[in-house]
C-alpha cells in the first residue's frame, strides 16, 4: 500500500509543443517586423553628405501632369497604331483622368460614377469629358467616340484641374 501514497512526478510535455511554441513566437516576432519595415517612411537618397532635396510643391505637381500627359499620349499613339479600339482607348483615358484626379486631389474619381461627381460639384472639365467621351463610349450601342477628343478633353482636365 505505500504505492497509493507516493508522489508521482510532473507530466512532461514532448518535444513536440515545445518546437511548436517558438515557431509561433518566432512567426509572431517576423510578422511585428513585417509590419514596421513595411510601413515606415521611405528614407530619401542623400548625395555624399549633402541634405536630401526635397522639390517644391509645384514641381511635384508639375511632374504629376506631365506623368499623365505622357499616359494620355502612350494611350492616343495605341490608337492610332491600331493596337486598341476607340472603345478602349476611351475606358483607358477615362481610367488615367478618374486616377490623376484621385493622385491630385484625394477625391475617389476612380469609384465614383458620373452622377456622384457631379453631385460633388467637382470641376466641369472632368463632367464634361466623362459626359461627352468616355460614358458613351463605354455605355452606348454602336459607334465609340474618337479617342482624340477624349485625349483633348482629358489633356484639359489634366492642365486645369486645380
Not at 500500500?1 to 515557431?23: H, K, N, T, V
Not at 460639384?121 to 467621351?133: E, N, T
Request: charged share 20%; proline share 7%; glycine share 8%.
Amino acid at each position: 500500500m505505500s504505492g497509493a501514497d507516493e508522489l508521482y512526478p510532473p507530466a512532461q510535455y514532448g518535444w513536440g509543443w515545445i518546437l511548436l511554441a517558438f515557431g509561433v513566437i518566432a512567426v509572431l516576432i517576423l510578422a511585428g517586423w513585417l509590419v514596421l519595415f513595411l510601413t515606415r517612411p521611405k528614407r530619401s537618397i542623400t548625395v555624399a553628405g549633402q541634405a536630401p532635396v526635397i522639390p517644391p510643391a509645384g514641381d511635384v505637381l508639375s511632374m504629376l501632369r506631365m506623368e499623365y500627359n505622357s499616359s494620355i499620349d502612350e494611350i492616343e499613339s495605341a490608337y492610332q497604331a491600331g493596337a486598341i479600339d476607340a472603345r478602349s482607348a476611351n475606358l483607358e483615358l477615362s481610367r488615367v483622368v478618374r486616377t490623376f484626379v484621385n493622385e491630385y486631389s484625394g477625391l475617389e474619381a476612380p469609384v465614383l460614377a458620373l452622377d456622384d461627381l457631379v453631385r460633388m460639384g467637382v470641376q466641369p472639365a472632368l463632367i464634361d469629358a466623362m459626359r461627352r467621351h468616355y460614358y458613351p463610349s463605354a455605355f452606348r450601342r454602336g459607334p465609340s467616340i474618337d479617342p482624340h477628343a477624349g485625349a483633348d478633353a482629358a489633356r484639359k482636365v489634366v492642365a486645369t484641374w486645380h
